[in-house]
């Protein structure tokens, strides 16, 4: 009997254990792949900007257009005279974005740029240029907890959909007839399709998508395994729990497969054959979901992880605002 007693006390204890350990990495999982400041600790940052890097593909053809978009980028944006707006979230966080506005703003559209995970503003500058020069108004903004906007936890969109509609109010504040695009790279594209789910102003006229991950269970858990060589073992639902509690969202939530069928705005889906980040079956799949008045679907042969614009600019652009000119004039 007592030989059974202490067997049933070690048996609770190796479970106790277990589960002690279990939503430990859980914690550390959502820390480790939400919190930059973390990432840095662990040097997770870094690891996950070179592995980001070596993933995409690397061309003499690419490089060039890269370096002649930059190139392009001072050029225009230099004389832009951009400046920046700050907001507070609906949870209390300074947000931070650059805003470049046409000398004679009144009347000119809009297109609001949304960069990627553990991206900035900076990184969105290159379709600023491209949206200026036609004559729009641009805002880019710094998705919260990533460059200069405050944030506990990267929002994989969700959170960040409602920033978004703030950052639009704002504009509607100034010019309530603005005409408004959305343009979002990977986690930034998949947040503009998150938009669907939202009760939006008639102003946003179209949904540009650039790579966007169908949803974020399956980007985390693909990323725990590529990035932190982790396989699962429960550890997502440990993860979500923790970021229930502590950072408010659940990331089954933040869907865009889900949302895109809530929604009717005019959509462009864009991806590139060879993305490693983002598969580009995942195009197909919003695509098919998608439930917008007006849609279409672009995939650049040759492109990795939102590198189309570098592959194929001419067709990349002449896409993009050929989709748009639908909706709006410009120029």
């Known amino acids: 009997m007592k030989k ?12 106790a254990v277990v589960i002690i350990i279990y939503c430990i990495i859980g914690n550390v999982i959502v820390s480790a792949a ?3 400041d973390f990432m840095r600790k662990l ?26 978009a930059s190139e392009k980028t001072k050029a225009v944006l230099g004389n832009a005279g ?18 470049f506005r046409q000398p004679e703003p009144e ?15 900076e990184e969105m500058y290159h379709h600023a240029a491209e949206y200026y020069g036609r004559g729009f108004n641009v805002l880019c903004p710094d998705l ?16 960040d959909r409602e920033d978004v509609i703030l950052w639009i109010n704002n504009i509607l504040a100034a010019y309530p007839d603005a005409e408004i695009v959305v343009q ?18 008639e102003n946003i006229v179209c949904l540009i998508s650039d790579c966007a991950y169908s949803d974020s269970v399956t980007m985390f858990r693909k990323q725990l395994r590529d990035w932190f060589s982790l396989p699962d073992l429960g550890f997502i639902s440990s993860a979500r729990l923790w970021l229930r509690i502590r950072g408010g969202y659940d990331l089954k939530d933040a869907s865009a497969l889900n949302e895109v069928a809530k929604g009717s ?35 650049v042969e040759g492109a990795g992880h939102v590198q189309s614009c570098y592959k194929d600019p001419e067709t990349y652009y002449t896409k993009i605002f050929d989709f748009i000119g639908k909706y709006i004039s410009f120029e």
């Open 4 to 15: 059974m007693r202490l067997r049933t006390k070690i048996i609770i204890a190796v479970i």
């Open 34 to 36: 939400l919190v930059p």
């Open 43 to 68: 040097e997770a940052f870094d690891r996950v900007t070179e592995q980001s890097y070596s993933e995409m593909v690397q061309t003499d053809e690419i490089s060039e257009n890269m370096k002649a």
């Open 82 to 99: 951009g400046f920046k707006e700050k907001i507070t979230s609906y949870d209390g966080y300074e947000l931070i974005a650059a805003c």
């Open 107 to 121: 009347g000119k559209p809009w297109a609001v740029l949304l960069h990627g995970y553990t991206g900035w503003k």
């Open 144 to 159: 919260r907890c990533q460059g200069e906007s405050e944030g506990d936890f990267i929002g994989m969109g969700w959170t």
């Open 184 to 201: 979002g790279e990977s986690m930034g594209a998949s947040c503009a399709l998150m938009l669907n789910g939202l009760n939006l102003p």
């Open 265 to 299: 705005v005019p959509t462009l889906f864009i991806h590139g054959d060879q993305d490693r980040i983002v598969p580009v079956e995942a195009a197909g799949e919003l695509y098919e979901a998608s439930c917008a008045s007006e849609k279409e679907l672009l995939i």
